[in-house]
């Protein structure tokens, strides 16, 4: 992507997953890695590593049986055959030493593993530390989930860890969100057509909005998400993400360093976000979900409205918001332009007050569509506002973590995220993680509460995002 890496990274020989037996290897390891080897982009070495008391058999097993209820099917008897004997298991104790003694005699004279912790992140002092004292760390990249701490000084403190054995070039944040075809459709979008770019700034734009919207609740994760929220789990990061790309200034150059550059400006432009550009949610029946404090105040929906004071966002509010149990599960972007100087036609505006826009559905169903106005028959000079859709769903498209495993492998770093934006992001939000209103309660099935309403009313009000039209 972008290029190539531009790290001079050499390939991986080898594969090692922290956590092998756990759920997220199940629900969307295994399978990404059958895909990868599918697709021939998959041929080192994978080492499972956990402490579980399992043997390698009993891992192929769960590997096996991850591929076929994840729906990718097993099909394909060879690559799944190809997978099973590329695979290895080391069971021990991730702060005993033997475990690590091992692993190195597993990895023979692999010189560049790959080290994915798919483990939590109290887990990466001890697994970092025993890699570097067996010297299973030189020459090699490592790959850790989000959360990326969950505040400016838990970020800088994870940071550290992880840097204590690892160059930045060879760290790799994975966040499953940056690898959807669509959110990279976001960056080719706005620099491979030369249209944009005229119109792409304060002069012409009025109001960026962010939606990403979940008509599911909590799903009997009330524990974790008491030590979560809406604007930890979602907020600062997936959309952050989606804000910087759309934000961003064009790179200076094919290659992932130049977009990490960019994306980290305007992290840095963003203005500190105060009490007042904060609305706070909790739908109602939240404090009934097992694991939830009766009196939480912990928010179920956020809404924020931001600020880029940079040379081309200065004075365009950004308003962002995410939330569960709300009305539809979809995540769209609109970027409403502003009406033209003059009204020389009484219908210049839609009759909902909304003036051209562009629109990018990122799921379900995903769409660019420009909408423009067109003159009625006849010889009144009226007409209608119509949206002009182009489908990027394709057929075959790789998966999230097959696109970021794969890129962690190769050394390509354009979908991950550096860690100065990591807490440059962290800044922003760090004012209000504690200084805040409390939450308001909304009602399953609405699209949250009025309160952000009147947070958007300045600039308009929400896109709701609706079903595509039937072709």
Request: proline letters at 7%.
């Amino acid at each position: 992507m972008m290029g190539g890496n531009d790290e001079g990274a050499a390939a991986a020989d080898a594969f090692v997953f922290f956590g092998a037996t756990g759920d997220l290897a199940h629900k969307m390891i295994f399978p990404a890695l059958y895909q990868m080897v599918k697709r021939g982009t998959l041929g080192v070495p994978v080492v499972g590593v956990a402490e579980a008391g399992w043997d390698l058999p009993r891992l192929r097993d769960y590997a096996r049986e991850s591929i076929a209820q994840a729906g990718v099917g097993t099909g394909d008897g060879a690559a799944l055959g190809r997978l099973l004997s590329l695979m290895e298991y080391v069971d021990g104790d991730y702060g005993d030493t033997g475990t690590f003694k091992e692993l190195r005699r597993v990895l023979g004279g692999a010189r560049h593993p790959v080290h994915y912790l798919a483990i939590p992140p109290s887990l990466f002092a001890t697994v970092i530390e025993r890699l570097r004292g067996e010297g299973l760390a030189a020459g090699a990249r490592v790959v850790v989930e989000k959360p990326f701490g969950r505040d400016l000084a838990s970020a800088r403190q994870l940071n550290s860890v992880v840097r204590s054995a690892f160059p930045e070039s060879s760290v790799f944040r994975i966040d499953h969100f940056l690898g959807r075809e669509e959110i990279m459709n976001l960056l080719y979008f706005r620099f491979a057509n030369s249209f944009l770019e005229p119109v792409w700034n304060r002069n012409y734009i009025a109001s960026v909005q962010v939606t990403l919207a979940e008509q599911f609740g909590v799903q009997g994760r009330g524990a974790f998400y008491e030590t979560a929220g809406c604007l930890r789990d979602v907020v600062e990061n997936h959309l952050f993400q989606v804000v910087a790309l759309l934000a961003m200034e064009p790179p200076a150059y094919q290659g992932f360093g130049a977009v990490q550059g960019e994306k980290f400006s305007v992290f840095k432009a963003m203005r500190p976000l105060a009490a007042g550009d904060v609305v706070r949610g909790q739908f109602t029946g939240y404090r009934d979900e097992p694991g939830v404090a009766a009196d939480s105040d912990v928010e179920t929906f956020c809404a924020l409205r931001l600020f880029i004071d940079s040379w081309r966002w200065a004075g365009v509010p950004w308003y962002v918001r995410s939330g569960k149990c709300l009305a539809a599960t979809a995540t769209e972007v609109l970027v409403e332009l502003k009406p033209p100087p003059q009204a020389l036609f009484s219908d210049s505006v839609a009759a909902d007050g909304r003036a051209n826009y562009l629109r990018f559905r990122i799921s379900p169903d995903p769409v660019i569509a420009l909408a423009a106005r067109v003159k009625r028959a006849g010889e009144e000079f009226a007409g209608d506002q119509r949206e002009l859709s182009l489908l990027s769903g394709q057929p075959n498209e790789e998966q999230p973590y097959e696109r970021l495993l794969t890129d962690a492998l190769a050394g390509e770093g354009a979908l991950f995220t550096r860690e100065d934006a990591v807490e440059a992001a962290w800044a922003v939000v760090e004012p209000v993680l504690d200084n805040h209103n409390r939450a308001f309660p909304y009602p399953p099935g609405s699209w949250g509460p009025e309160e952000a309403d009147t947070l958007i009313a300045p600039h308009g009000r929400w896109h709701n995002p609706a079903p595509e039209p039937a072709p």
